[in-house]
């Protein structure tokens, strides 16, 4: 069974930046793609960003040009380096990955504020 564990969300001024880190355990090799999404409260879940084995990626529009995904196979981690965080951004962040079934993380709270 795969499991997916979210670190590095928090609280941050409007301008700044997060780095979330999602570490898959569980036999994840085969994993791919995995990537991030978001949900707002009263908000459908959205996607965020995704990232294949081979390294190929998908942004959302209203994050490219400021958050960045990457992935350490090695590892079996993902990464999203969030930067110029609005607070419009502010959402339980979602990690994701997929194989035979959709596998999600248990969430972890980005608040953007002054």
């Known amino acids: 069974q795969v499991q997916l564990v979210e670190s590095g969300g928090g609280l941050v001024q409007p301008g700044g930046s997060l780095r979330l880190s999602c570490a898959a355990s569980g036999n994840p090799f085969t994993i791919s793609p995995m990537g991030w999404y978001r949900q707002a409260p009263g908000e459908q879940r959205e996607l965020v960003a995704t990232i294949t084995r081979g390294g190929s990626i998908n942004y959302a529009d209203s994050v490219r040009g400021r958050f960045t995904i990457s992935r350490d196979n090695a590892k079996n981690t993902v990464y999203l380096q969030m930067n110029s965080l609005k607070p419009e951004d502010t959402a339980v962040y979602y990690c994701?990955?997929?194989?035979?079934?959709?596998?999600w993380g248990q969430g972890t709270q980005v608040t953007v504020s002054s």
């Open positions: 994701w990955g997929l194989r035979e079934k959709n596998y």
